[in-house]
C-alpha cells in the first residue's frame, strides 16, 4: 500500500472511527445493474414478491375515531360519575341546566368577598 493511500484513508471522514463514534453513517451498498432475466420454467416458482405494506385505516380516519372515542369515554365517564357516585339520573348529566348548577357551586365556593 503507498503512503497516499494510507494517509488519505486515514484522514477521510468515512474512516471506521467516525464511523464507530457516529459521525458518519456508512452508506448503503449502490445497486447492482439489472440483469435480463429469463423467465422461469413453468414448472418452477416465480422469485418471492416483496412485502409492500399499506394501511389499512389511514390516518385521517384514525385521528376521527381516537377523538370519537375520547368523547364517548367522557360521556360515559359522566354518566357513570354524576348517577353511580352523585346519586343522580343517568341522563341528567347531559341538561345545561346541570352545568350552570355545578358552576354555580364552584364559583361560590371561589368567592372571597
Same mark, same amino acid.
Given at each position: 500500500m503507498s503512503d497516499e493511500r494510507h494517509q488519505e484513508r486515514m484522514h477521510s471522514p468515512s474512516s471506521r472511527m467516525a464511523r464507530r463514534k457516529g459521525r458518519v453513517r456508512k452508506s448503503p451498498p449502490a445497486p447492482a445493474e439489472p440483469e435480463a432475466k429469463a423467465l422461469p420454467p413453468e414448472g418452477e416458482a416465480a422469485a418471492p414478491r416483496r412485502f409492500v405494506r399499506t394501511r389499512l385505516i389511514p390516518i385521517w380516519l384514525r385521528l376521527i375515531i381516537v #377523538? $370519537? !372515542?375520547? %368523547? %364517548? &369515554? !367522557? %360521556?360515559?365517564? %359522566?354518566?357513570?360519575?354524576? &348517577?353511580? =357516585?352523585? @346519586?343522580?339520573?343517568? !341522563? @341528567? $348529566?347531559?341538561? !345545561? &341546566?346541570?352545568?350552570?348548577? =355545578? =358552576? @354555580? #357551586? $364552584?364559583?361560590?365556593?371561589? @368567592?372571597r368577598g
Open positions: #377523538i $370519537v !372515542l375520547m %368523547a %364517548a &369515554s !367522557l %360521556a360515559a365517564g %359522566a354518566v357513570v360519575g354524576y &348517577s353511580a =357516585i352523585g @346519586d343522580g339520573k343517568p !341522563l @341528567d $348529566v347531559f341538561r !345545561l &341546566s346541570t352545568w350552570k348548577h =355545578i =358552576i @354555580d #357551586i $364552584v364559583e361560590k365556593g371561589t @368567592d
